[in-house]
């Protein structure tokens, strides 16, 4: 069994009603998961323009303000069989014409469910990257990996690093079919490497705690308040 | 630049004044001392920049503020010990500001203290009213908020009321008596009998303080309820009176015009409060919930209403949810299953306006005459544009 990340990426917000009817469906959908034992881990992010993104130019940290394009709306972590069994588990998530969902491999990590249940509030920090080839990514990627490993720190909570983009695969609705393709190549954009949660007080203490790390030479870091759903 | 520090201040206030408050013991002091932080920001930051953590940078100041009044009030050396303990800002764990934002939270609304009270101190502790604008809010004199406000302070210092954190134990019930304060808070911005003042100021601090709330105890499931149902509500305070400041009832609001946001707010905190198993605040989201994601008026799931109301009563009993229920009755089975479940309730309501201004709209349903039951709303009414609202449809039957 293998571990990966289900992203939820939402094109358009639907009306209200659409958007009751959506949230019913995927709590559904994620207790059928929990019941086959599928189910690792799941949160919902709160809106992107909420959201920061820390990156540094040389000595200086850049800090902006969402809302951000495609932002990342809610994950599941899930084991599978294999990637296809995990499309097919993707498959069935609820979603809208619009919304593009990512199947990720889970390269290693961590996962605590009940990260909302102790008290301040919970950020996601989202490890953004682009890299010109897979070895850069790797390399780019092993380096967040020891930074973020020196710095971890009692507001810890667990993190996950994900396989190179292109070992996973892109779900699109397009006039009611579902497109499977394949998984997003990092020269065209910033992509996902990785996700980890800390416990903090304050948005700017998320937004301190990040300027702190070296490794965001090439990246950046998203932060995103965690949803309590 | 002002704008974005008022609302920075704002939203760090709790969290500041907590902290001096557990290292002083005495609200006078950690108010002052924060106002004079204040100052110190307001100064400094437009020239000197706003600092990467601002809490941090006002926690020391005011800390500093604080240190300097005990030395002045030769103090300094029976409080040796909290000085220390303030000396020097450190990053402390989310545990340990949580507490003290519970603590003080707890303390503001101490039962021993009387909601009127309780309310005045909340909001003037932790939201940073002033007394005038809290007498504003309230309908009552500076002087008579003012002396509320230090009748309160008194009985802290005087009956040394708990400063910990109730236990397990006690929690639920003290808990309840925070989210009655709240949820008062709401009401009175949202209902307000006169004035529109400071009616979006006080729904808007009454969200944030629940929203602190479920950061706060995120595994009570009634602080959920309580959230979503004052955010679903709050999503339809737009439309609830037009232009003109005329009523407009839900049947004719504008659903378009609802704020998406809120709702998104209010629908996720419902799905945790029902998670958790919540009780009548998260029964009350659920109504709240059917209305405001009914596409239509004529959409609306009168039977899902029914039934939280049927829930709700079985829960807590009370005349004006059976009224509220009756409604309900009325959308799913007609006017006379309406009006027969309105039958028990004059009695117990025969002083509340509603029950008459329902009864009429029962009775005109029905083709009887509502005549004297709008006479005997409008000798009840005190809200100005309910009062026009039931003088029109007075006007409308015919003679």
């Known amino acids: ?229 | 630049m002002e704008a974005e520090l008022t609302e920075l201040l704002r939203r760090e206030r709790g969290r500041v004044v907590a902290g001096l408050y557990r290292a002083c013991g005495n609200l006078d002091a950690a108010e002052e001392a924060f106002q004079q932080a204040l100052l110190s920001a307001v100064s400094r930051w437009p020239s000197d920049g706003v600092p990467a953590n601002p809490a941090a940078w006002v926690t020391t100041v005011a800390h500093n503020h604080l240190k300097q009044a005990w030395r002045q009030q030769g103090v300094a050396e029976a409080k040796a010990g909290v000085l220390a303990e303030v000396e020097v800002f450190e990053p402390r764990a989310v545990e340990a500001v949580a507490d003290d934002q519970l603590r003080l939270v707890f303390t503001c609304c101490h039962p021993a203290l009387g909601q009127e009270a309780q309310v005045a101190l909340t909001l003037k502790v932790i939201a940073g009213f002033s007394v005038d604008e809290l007498s504003r809010a309230f309908l009552c004199s500076e002087a008579t908020m003012a002396q509320r406000l230090v009748r309160a302070k008194r009985s802290i210092e005087t009956q040394r009321l708990e400063l910990a954190v109730p236990g397990r134990r006690d929690l639920s019930e003290r808990l309840a008596a925070v989210l009655a304060v709240v949820y008062l808070v709401f009401n009175e911005g949202y209902l307000g009998h006169e004035g529109a003042l400071m009616r979006v100021e006080l729904q808007r601090e009454a969200l944030r303080l629940a929203r602190l709330l479920t950061e706060l105890l995120p595994t009570e499931p009634e602080v959920f309820g309580l959230y979503a149902l004052m955010a679903l509500t709050a999503a339809r305070a737009s439309t609830r009176v037009d232009a003109r400041g005329a009523v407009v009832l839900l049947a004719d609001q504008p659903r378009s015009g609802w704020d998406r946001t809120a709702i998104v707010e209010g629908l996720v905190a419902l799905q945790r409060a029902r998670r958790l198993g919540g009780g009548t605040y998260t029964l009350q989201a659920e109504i709240a919930a059917c209305h405001t994601t009914a596409p239509t008026w004529q959409a609306t799931p009168w039977d899902r209403i029914l039934a939280a109301y049927d829930a709700l009563l079985a829960h807590a009993p009370s005349p004006v949810v059976a009224l509220n229920r009756a409604v309900a009755v009325m959308m799913t089975a007609g006017p006379e299953a309406g009006l027969a479940a309105l039958a028990a309730l004059e009695a117990p309501l025969s002083r509340y306006h509603l029950f008459f201004a329902t009864r009429a709209d029962f009775l005109r349903r029905a083709g009887k005459s509502p005549r004297h039951d709008y006479q005997a709303a409008l000798a009840l009414v005190t809200n100005q544009s309910e009062r026009a609202l039931l003088e029109q449809r007075l006007a409308e039957l015919r003679p």
């Not at chain 1, 019941?35 to 990156?55: I, Q, Y």
């Not at chain 1, 069989?81 to 998530?93: C, G, M, S, T």
């Not at chain 1, 605590?112 to 990627?141: C, H, Q, S, Y």
């Not at chain 1, 499977?180 to 996700?195: A, C, N, R, T, Y």
């Open chain 1, 1 to 229: 069994m293998t571990e990966y990340l289900i992203a939820l990426i939402e094109g358009v917000t639907p009306a209200a009603d659409e958007q009751a009817r959506l949230m019913d469906a995927r709590a559904a959908w994620t207790a059928q998961l929990e019941k086959e034992g599928a189910l690792r881990d799941t949160e919902r992010l709160r809106d992107s323009h909420e959201g920061r993104r820390v990156h540094r130019v040389g000595n200086t940290v850049h800090v902006e303000q969402g809302p951000f394009t495609e932002p990342l709306a809610s994950y599941w972590a899930v084991s599978a069989e294999d990637l296809e069994a995990a499309v097919a588990l993707a498959k069935r998530l609820p979603v809208l014409p619009g919304d593009t969902v990512e199947v990720r491999p889970i390269m290693k990590g961590s996962h605590d469910p009940k990260k909302t249940d102790k008290t301040g509030k919970v950020f996601a920090f989202e490890v953004l990257g682009n890299a010109p080839n897979e070895e850069a990514w790797i390399r780019l990627m092993n380096r967040i990996d020891a930074e973020t490993d020196n710095h971890a720190t009692r507001d810890f909570i667990s993190g996950l690093r994900l396989e190179a983009p292109r070992t996973g695969r892109r779900l699109v609705t397009q006039q009611g079919r579902t497109v499977v393709l394949d998984g997003p190549f990092p020269e065209s954009k910033e992509v996902i490497g990785g996700l980890f949660f800390m416990r903090l007080p304050s948005l700017e203490d998320a937004v301190a705690w990040v300027s702190t790390l070296a490794y965001v030479g090439i990246g950046a870091t998203e932060i995103r308040e965690v949803w309590r759903s």
